[in-house]
């Protein structure tokens, strides 16, 4: 492996200017949380951040964390949830192809992972919200965020709220959201175990020995290379490749140039440095795709694609909304509603009402709104027959819209032009065990090298659900920096 390529360096090349027993790229969600491990388990560790400080995309996220199986926040809210069906959901609405045995590890490890957070600091509101959104507005704790409560799965699978989200601090007139309340006590545990921290340091290479074990990094700071020893191992957390358009046009160009809840330091460069040692990936094809709309508005009215045909229940997570309007409708959606829905829609909390501005065509007859959408001659005007009809019997049988959000759409009606309301961010990365250890392309583990959060092919192969990716990466960090103290 000597010299084989500018991400990867030989040991018998570098002169070490440091040493610890694990280092962590990365200082997000995965990599605090593989730093706090590392540490406990006795180990001495270095940490390598990008940016200014720690925190990554998660600090600056709503801070949902799917969790479930019986939290005691889902209890102290009067919600009963079991394993099982937390399996059966994640697998049904996160595929095609999920990884089984992480979501198996992922949801048995889910309530002590609840507690984990707890006793870490995480404070979360004992308070639900049951609306439409994609958060709850007023800081409530816990929230269906992945369609548990809508079709198709609730059909077939017993729904809970998995959406735990930790509370909001306010200070004055700021208010502070849940995914910096998250990584705040997680850094400043981060501090207080003794990890030391490099800001401002960017990791350049994975240095090898001659077995082709990974035994550090190099990176570089403020001009300056540095060879850094990892005696144990190194954990691998520096996030999606989002934004990299060059990995995006290879990968996953239907969100290219439209990157969402992801951070520009999100350029795939910890890919990229797996797969110069032989790194398998996965799913790298897989986005979550948000849609720019309010969802209480949406739940109100019907979405049609180009052809004013409706293609989903309105009622469903707005992710996958989003992913279907994208990835199977070209991004071609309009939302249809009457009067009386928008102005009920109005009247509604959501941290999304600033999405609220006026629809683009306002007309008096289904016909003449056709018109001026574009939409084919009869084809809107038999999609709300269709419709109207079903629904003054409370009934949905194309889409399974459930009857609290039915209701025949009258006249005078109105449309929003959802077509360029599209952004999302990767899923798909290094594929890894369920102890967070890289896998070659030959299948067998690299030795010394762990990698967990957006950087990996995680819980999520295709479908999302709201606080999938703070979850995944937590979880599975905790255990990369376990294995990597374990050497």
Known sequence: MNN?????????DVEWSEEADVIVVGLGIAGATAAI??????????????????????????????LGGGTALQHALG??????????????????????????????????????????????????????????PHGEGLMYSGGENAAPFLATIAPAPRGHLPRRHETGDADQAGGYMLMKPLLELVEELGVRTHDNTRVQALVVDGDGRVVGVVSRSFGEDRAIRARRGVVLAAGSFAYDDAMLRDHAPHIEGRPAASIESHDGSAILMAQALGAATAHMDATEVAIFCDPQIMARGILVNGQGQRFINEDTYPGR????????????????????????????????????????????SVGELETEIGLPVGALSSTIELYNTHAELGSDPLFGKKAQWLRPIGTPIAAYDL???????????????VDSEVLHVSGAPIAGL??????????????????????????????????????
Do not use: N
């Not at 490890?109 to 609840?114: A, K, L, P, Q």
């Not at 071609?332 to 102005?343: G, I, K, M, S, T």
């Not at 937590?474 to 990597?484: D, I, L, M, N, W």
């Open 4 to 12: 084989s390529s500018p991400l990867s360096v030989a040991a018998d």
């Open 37 to 66: 491990e590392a540490a406990r388990a006795g180990a001495e560790v270095v940490a390598l951040e990008r940016l200014g400080a720690g925190g990554g995309a998660a600090s600056m996220s709503g801070g949902f964390i799917y």
């Open 79 to 136: 919600f009963d949830d079991s394993v099982e069906s937390m399996k059966a959901f994640m697998k049904a609405a996160l595929g095609p192809g999920v990884d089984e045995a992480k979501i198996d590890a992922y949801c048995d490890g889910s309530v002590e992972h609840y507690d984990w957070l707890v006793e870490a600091g995480v404070v979360f509101a004992e308070a639900f919200w049951g609306e439409p959104g994609w958060e709850p």
């Open 321 to 364: 909304i989003g992913q279907a309007t994208l990835l199977k409708q070209g991004g071609e959606a309009f939302v249809v509603l009457d009067e009386d829905a928008y102005e009920e829609a109005l009247t509604t909390d959501s941290t999304t009402a600033f999405l609220r501005t006026p629809p683009k065509w306002v007309c008096e």
């Open 419 to 433: 077509r360029g309301s599209t952004g999302g961010f990767t899923l798909g990365g290094l594929k890894t065990t």
């Open 450 to 487: 762990y990698a967990a959060g957006r950087c990996t092919s995680g819980v999520c192969a295709g479908g999302y659900a709201s606080g999938a990716s703070i979850g995944d990466g937590s979880f599975f960090g905790r255990r990369a920096g376990v294995s990597a103290a374990a050497g």
